[in-house]
DNA sequence: ACCATAATCAAACACTTGTTCTATAATAAT
DNA sequence: ATTATTATAGAACAAGTGTTTGATTATGGT
């Protein structure tokens, strides 16, 4: 009963997390109030104060957006390039990665990953065989938004739309049919596009 | 004498992605002033409009801090992002810079550059406009590549054809002519695309 | 010298945002 | 049941912040 209902407390960091991780920058009280869905700036305040004394996050000063998230492991040197994504959560188990690729170091966060695009269903969103995209994986995509999707065990990149609240999942090429998953897994959000043509 | 002062363009997308790199958030128009070393907050609204048009940065809403960074600055070493060519062979001189990148060495080398791509001529291709392409400088082009040419003193991103010996570029795109150059100025072929899609 | 454009400033306004204080539910402990 | 603790609400304030407007000072071209 309690285990399903996820506490507001993990709520907020999550939120914290996937925001700055969307937006270059930590979301405002009243922002974290109506994504957990409670009314009062106080109550955000509240939760915070926890979440600094548990050493997750720290506020400092009282500047806008003065949240901070510790333990950020940002950062990271190299990223994996992975390629086809079979069954589950990219492991960056050995078989799946082909190379690496040193990055700069403010946009790319741990978690993140290239994939190595198969097929010609996203071309008309100018995705195409053969193509990298930088992933980040996060379990919230936006309709509108291109992601990366688990059907059929295997990983596939499809634009997320909504039908009567229902999610499809949209290949950008009229060759293809769209996808009317059960289940919709979410593996990350496509966040850019690298084309080597040589 | 123009040299040695680094211009404040420059200066402001510095600090904004040091900023963002130590604060998980990017400054306010104020900080930005007082970095840069002006007085007034409009000079520095005055800059990021300018930031904005060359596609470094985007600016929604009114909320607090909302500067976002473009820019897929993947990767090391330093290469410069140019906008439109204007006349002749890409020098680096300053006026044509729109800033730099950081790049991996193994897929760049001496002398490539990022071009901004304006307008959509090559978007069957997946070369949309707002793009960053790689080029490579290069006066040979194999027909069937696609390069970057000098039209009517700008620089244009076709694909190189040939019909009965004579070269054409080829827009890839319906809406669009061909154009039979008389004289056929290479800069160079583009051997990457890059787009950011945040 | 004159004009156009680019760069900068100062001030003011309205909206955001962090903070604080008090009050009230909800829950747990006694 | 009574009390203590935890969660949440609401309002109000001061400071922070983005935006706009109009003026002023370079700078560059003719």
Known sequence: MDENKKNNLQKVLEFIKDYLDRNQKTPTVREIASAIGVSSTSTVVYYLRKLEKKGFISIEGKKSRNIKLKETAFL?????????????????????????????????????????????????????????????????INPGEIGVFMIDGESTIKQLGLENGHPVLIPKNRDYSPIYPKELVVIGRVTAVIRDLD
């Not at 188990?93 to 198969?118: P, S, T």
């Not at 995705?127 to 379990?139: M, N, R, S």
């Open 76 to 140: 990271r040197k190299q990223i994996p390039i992975l390629g086809l994504i079979r069954a589950g959560i990219p492991t960056y188990a050995e078989e799946n990665i082909e190379g690496y690729l040193n990055v700069d170091d403010f946009l790319f966060q741990k978690g993140d990953f290239l994939l190595r695009v198969k097929g010609d269903s996203m071309k008309d969103a100018g995705i195409f065989d053969g193509d990298l995209v930088l992933v980040k994986q996060t379990p919230v």
